[in-house]
């Protein structure tokens, strides 16, 4: 699939009302989007899907919704105060301002090279991009005017740029809210819903009665002022996460850590139908670990645009609960009475953005049917925002009466949509865009013989089914 694949899933989004621009009629908000009538269902699926799958499926896993703004603290003793930064470069010329790693990535290698050379780097590393960055932060002043020298280029403009020395750049999104005038501090948009699970961590484990090892899910906004927010809904300044903590006892961290990686790639195949062969690893170098992570994957998928990070799982090792011990000071140990044991528990996280899964879904999905010359949203049923579409043959003779009484009784079990609207071809194909799984169709015949004609919008295979056997067929075929 190719970048210009990307343009028409987001051209398709706009069209069938999954997603649109944010504030259009003011020229739009960058970075910004808003999710339609067929959005918020698909959305909606997706995220019941996970908390299905990682709440119900485990007795020892419990939900929480905890605030967006909290102390300010928290974000001192968490790192994101001091360590939530991306490197800042900008070009002079035109005022142009990039990440330091995303410039470097536009890069031709022989500008690298030179790079490495000028800065005294060997070039054969892993991650070389990476190591490069943190040594223009850390030693900004031996590494003066070295961007220039070296010819980086401006993606923008073509031409070298008169770059600016790097400097660092907090994510968070600063706020004023009453409590932050009598503190002194400022009010933060939280960056990961995470914390919030890490400070109720001993409260839910009371309430509930939970024994090591157990987990706390959540799914929520989150918010990060990033410096380039690109290829539609994959990288947005608001977007939401579902998080999951699972708690264990720092011996048990490595196999808990290989569980879960299991258990998450086999979601994205089985669950949601994803393709092995678009989906992978990639393991975070021992240098570009978060500051809190002693060791993390990504599961990537392969969208239009490359291969793109959609879940994290992350050992946080004790790193946050010693922390907050440390900053409110307040005991964050884990008491085992059985084993007369106290610790602070280790953390594995997994965690992955809604909306980038939605894009994923709808990359994997978009399907374009030459030889009939038609669109079609190939989701699967329990994520297709309508799972029929009600269909008078014509708009008269007592066929929109019937196909009405017919539609109600389908859209109380199974979302549906009427459409009387064109002719039936145009409203299949209308459909079609829209990932409805099944056509109904209410012809003359119905009035006589109680059947329906059901169409299959992968196949465009056509049944005449009974009334009663509606759902039957629905639910041998979905
Ligand atoms: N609590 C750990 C954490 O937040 P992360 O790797 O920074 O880890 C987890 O983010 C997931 O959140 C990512 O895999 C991605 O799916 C999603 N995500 C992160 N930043 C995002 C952004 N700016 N826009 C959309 N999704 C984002």
Request: aromatic share 12%; net charge negative; charged share 30%.
């Amino acid at each position: 699939m190719s970048e210009k694949h990307l343009d028409k899933i987001i051209s398709l989004c706009k069209r069938k009302g999954f997603v649109f621009p944010n504030s259009e009629i003011y020229g739009g908000l960058k970075a910004s989007y808003d999710y339609g009538p067929l959005g918020v269902e698909l959305k909606k699926s997706i995220s019941d899907k996970w908390w299905k799958i990682m709440t119900n499926n485990h007795e020892n896993i419990v939900g929480l919704d905890s605030s967006i703004m909290v102390h300010p603290d928290v974000w001192e003793a968490s790192g994101h105060i001091s360590n939530f930064n991306d490197p800042l470069v900008d070009n002079k010329d035109n005022k142009k301002r990039y990440r330091v790693d995303d410039l470097l990535s536009q890069q031709k290698t022989k500008v690298l090279e030179l790079l490495c050379e000028n800065m005294s780097i060997n070039f054969e590393q892993d991650e070389i991009i990476e190591i490069i960055c943190r040594e223009l932060l850390e030693k900004e002043n031996k590494h003066d005017g070295v961007l220039e020298k070296s010819g980086v280029i401006d993606p923008f403009s073509g031409n070298v740029g008169k770059w600016t020395a790097p400097s660092q750049f907090n994510l968070m999104f600063k706020t004023n809210s009453g409590p932050s005038e009598k503190t002194g501090k400022s009010i933060f948009l939280r960056p990961e819903t995470a914390q919030g699970m890490y400070i109720n961590y001993l409260l839910v484990q009371n309430s509930m009665r939970l024994k090591v090892p157990f987990g706390i899910a959540q799914v929520g906004k989150a918010f990060r002022n990033e410096i380039i927010a690109r290829n539609f809904i994959f990288r947005t300044r608001e977007f939401e996460q579902m998080e999951m903590q699972y708690f264990v006892h720092p011996e048990n961290d490595q196999e808990s850590m290989d569980f879960w990686k299991e258990q998450r790639m086999d979601y994205y195949i089985n669950e949601l139908g994803i393709k092995k062969e678009n989906l992978k690893f990639h393991k975070h170098s021992e240098d570009s670990l978060a500051h809190y992570a002693k060791e993390a994957f990504d599961i990537e998928y392969n969208f239009p645009f490359g291969w793109g990070e959609i879940e994290g799982i992350h050992n946080r090792t004790d790193f946050d609960l010693k922390e907050h011990e440390k900053m409110s000071g307040k005991n964050m140990m884990y008491f085992d009475a059985l084993k007369n044991e106290k610790y602070h528990p280790f953390i594995i996280e997994t965690s992955t953005g809604l909306n980038r899964q939605f894009l994923m879904i709808l990359c994997e999905s978009y399907y374009e049917d030459n030889e009939n010359n038609r669109v079609v949203l190939k989701l699967p049923f329990d994520l297709s925002p309508n799972k029929t579409v009600v269909c008078p043959l014509i708009k008269k003779d007592g066929l929109p009466e019937k196909a009405k009484e017919i539609f109600m009784k389908v859209n109380n079990r199974y979302k549906s949509i009427y459409d009387e609207q064109g002719s039936i071809g145009k409203r299949y194909y209308r459909q079609d865009e829209a990932g409805t799984p099944f056509g109904i169709t209410i012809d003359h015949d119905t009035l006589n013989d109680n059947s329906v004609t059901i169409r299959e919008r992968d196949s465009m295979k056509q049944h005449r089914v009974g009334i009663e056997k509606i759902f039957d067929f629905i639910d041998d075929n979905k």
